[in-house]
């Protein structure tokens, strides 16, 4: 990245070495050496390196670590520029901090750089604070005794600064002034231009965590829009600060400059978004558009003086794509009390599965989108391999629009949750697009009624081709509350085969992930994947049964991998999982495999011994029981309490004997009809594991070893299997 290749080549230039073990830094001119482990000294590396290379100021002009006395103490400034080689004529003051530092102490550094300048010679005429991922340009005037914010230092020997810095491609002025083009950054430090602009946002206290990251996705949404605008080479960005210059060096003159040059900032940002918010309803795709930027000049300013000079659109995809969604998952578990599927356990699902870009691909309850961007890396990564295109390589136009038209045409999600969901959307544009078919519902909602709702046609029933998600565990929906449960089968109680008396009946309620396994059914098409995280309760209760039937009617089943105890508890949540696959049979398969069932059911209990003694131990228990009422209520109206007592206790263990004999009776019967089942359905294999190390421990450390590796290569070769027709190949 841009820092680094900086470093590299003032050590090509022998301007600074730097040891084997990456420890210690030499200044060789200045025949200084500090330590490189240092966060401070690092930036203060990178600033010097740049005086040099982009600034052109000779390596003997600049002096660090200077001695300065400010009042009665005596203060070391980190780089002083000289306008000789003397350094008797300090000319600019730069003052370096370490990247983590909040907007507060880097007021402070200016404050502190400000001093320094006022006590030295007075030709220093600028004031450079940095944090690396953040500098403020100030001109000095110690006649007025203000702060002239400007857009940069001047290069070497120019006198005129331009009003703007960044520009497409670079150049420079008709002075000479230096012009910079946009720079790609490594993932840590995008993460931490992220972190520090939403600290900023609401570290005073104006708005709550939640706002201030609204609020930061509408910028970086501006910037990401500004950069794909069309402009000529060495055109300025509008997502950058413009200088106002003051009518004259009056000190309220500046400061009125400077308020127009954040309140003009903020009339173009809000520009930007607007005409996005225009590009997207002729896209109809207004949700991601939500309400306008809220925030003041001054918060905007903020934020841009952080992502200005990057260059989103060329950082690599993977490392944005991680920053963003670090920055984000570290918001959300401290500030929004949401949690999202670990990242192994997304890339393991995704990368077991055969998903190409002709595929259809959803997630009903998608979060932030983990799933969907994984999906769409693994299409990328497959073009690129397709075009022999190596890492660091631009993507011809075919490559690009082989995995772009994946991203906006194939991929879909939903998520209930606005913010979130303008968070997946938001994420989709970090990654380039595909943002179009994410939308805010509730997931449960009929297809029909979704369409309705969003007013995106392509969430059509039997339309997709994988379905991978994690749906939310432990919550239920009541009839009462939701109007679209009768349209669940798994919401209705079906007559019980073992017991004749049973009516079809409404359950009150049902779990959101049985509900979700449903669901699945209607978006995919006959064949389709469904991968789907579920608790182990669904899997081992008894009381699932029916769940359990339902998916053996309506799936083959492929894989079931047994997650850790642990797979969630970083995340907040413990509840033992597994990772279920699932592919969806044909109507006609699907009724021949209900049919089948009920015909065994039916042969069971009219035909077999043990049926036949159901039948007949259910008819005498209410026979007996319906006898002794009577002789119960006889002994009441006589008033003979000592009787009544008697025949409660014998109804009451004649009761107790009957249900045990007919529970026992069911339960031969149930193992007759799984046997039976069993033996009549066509056998097939299905892939089994069990994770015990998927990487990282129940705090969220990283182990070192993820079996979830290996397990993906042989699943994967097994659905290839299964797909090219090899049932047995064990």
């Not at 359990?548 to 047994?562: G, L, P």
């Amino acid at each position: 990245m841009e820092h680094q290749n900086l470093i590299e080549l003032a050590k090509q230039k022998k301007i600074i070495t730097i040891s084997e073990d990456n420890s210690t830094i030499t200044y060789i001119y200045q025949n200084i050496s500090r330590n490189y482990n240092n966060p401070e000294e690092k930036v203060q590396a990178k600033t010097f390196c740049e005086l040099v290379l982009k600034y052109n100021y000779p390596v003997g002009h600049i002096k660090q670590y200077v001695k300065v006395t400010v009042g009665s103490d005596s203060k070391e400034a980190d780089i002083i520029v000289y306008n000789d080689s003397e350094h008797k004529k300090p000319h600019i003051i730069i003052e370096c901090k370490k990247g983590e530092i909040t907007e507060q102490e880097f007021k402070q550094a200016v404050r502190q750089a400000y001093a320094y300048a006022f006590a030295t010679a007075g030709t220093t005429k600028y004031i450079w604070v940095t944090s690396g991922i953040k500098d403020e340009y100030y001109a000095v005037d110690k006649e007025v005794d203000s702060r002239e914010a400007v857009t940069d230092i001047p290069n070497y020997k120019v006198e005129k600064l331009a009003s703007y810095k960044f520009a497409k491609n670079g150049g420079t002025t008709g002075e000479g002034q230096r012009l910079a083009p946009l720079v790609t950054v490594e993932e840590s430090e995008l993460t931490n231009r992220f972190k520090q602009a939403h600290q900023a946002l609401w570290g005073g206290g104006e708005l709550n965590p939640s706002e201030a990251f609204d609020e930061l996705d509408k910028l970086i949404f501006c910037k990401i829009f500004d950069e794909k605008k069309k402009r000529k080479n060495g055109d300025p960005y509008d997502f950058q600060i413009i200088k106002v210059n003051p009518k004259s060096k009056d000190k309220y003159d500046i400061e009125k400059a400077d308020r127009e040059t954040s309140e003009n900032l903020l009339k173009r940002l809000i520009a930007l978004y607007d005409e996005g918010k225009l590009i997207g309803e002729r896209k109809n795709d207004t949700e991601i558009f939500w309400e306008g930027i809220k925030l003041n000049a001054s918060k905007a300013r903020t934020v841009v003086s952080y992502l200005e000079g990057v260059d989103l659109l060329n950082t690599d995809l993977d490392s944005k794509g991680r920053a963003f969604e670090t920055f984000m998952g570290s918001f959300f578990r401290g500030d929004f009390g949401q949690y999202f599927t670990p990242r192994n356990i997304v890339s393991f699902i995704v990368d077991s599965l055969p998903i190409d870009e002709n595929d259809r691909v959803l997630d009903t309850s998608c979060g932030s989108g983990g799933f969907l961007l994984h999906a769409l890396d693994k299409v990328r990564k497959a073009a690129r391999d397709f075009y022999n295109i190596k890492d660091g390589e631009k993507e011809n136009l075919e490559c690009h629009k082989q995995w772009h038209d994946f991203a906006e045409y194939n991929l879909y999600g939903i998520e209930i949750n606005e913010q979130i969901s303008r968070t997946a959307k938001m994420n989709m544009i970090i990654h380039d697009d595909g943002h179009t078919n994410v939308v805010t519902a509730d997931g449960l909602l009929s297809p029909s009624d979704l369409r309705k709702k969003v007013k995106n046609d392509g969430f059509k029933e039997n339309s997709f081709h994988y379905i991978i998600t994690n749906p939310p565990f432990g919550s239920t929906v009541k009839q009462t509350e939701k109007a679209y449960l009768y349209q669940y089968n798994l919401a209705i109680k079906e007559i019980d085969w073992l017991n004749p008396n049973s009516k079809i009946a409404e359950r009150p309620s049902q779990s959101t992930e049985v509900l979700f396994i449903e669901q699945a059914e209607k978006y995919l098409i006959d064949g389709g994947y469904l991968a789907i995280v579920i608790p182990d309760g669904i899997l081992t209760n008894s009381s699932m049964q029916y769940v359990r039937d339902y998916i053996s009617d309506t799936f083959r089943i492929i894989a079931v991998i047994s997650m850790p105890q642990t797979a969630f508890s970083a995340n907040g949540a413990g509840v033992k999982s597994s990772v279920m696959f699932l592919k969806k049979y044909s109507q006609t398969e699907k009724k021949v495999r209900i049919e089948l069932r009920n015909n065994i059911q039916n042969h069971l209990i009219s035909k077999l011994e043990e049926g036949v003694k159901l039948f007949k131990l259910l008819k005498d228990k209410k026979d007996s029981i319906a006898k002794l009422n009577k002789e119960i209520k006889q002994a009441e109206r006589e008033k003979n309490i000592e009787k009544s007592e008697l025949l409660n206790n014998k109804k009451q263990e004649l009761t107790e004997d009957f249900d045990e004999q007919i529970e026992f009776a069911k339960e031969t019967l149930s193992e007759s009809y799984l046997d039976q089942y069993k033996k009549t359905l066509t056998d097939y294999p299905i892939f089994m594991a069990i994770a015990e190390d998927i990487g990282y421990d129940a705090t969220g450390k990283e182990t070192g070893k993820n079996e979830l590796l290996e397990i993906s290569v042989e699943l994967s070769n097994f659905i290839k299997a299964m797909e090219e027709g090899k049932d047995h190949f064990f």
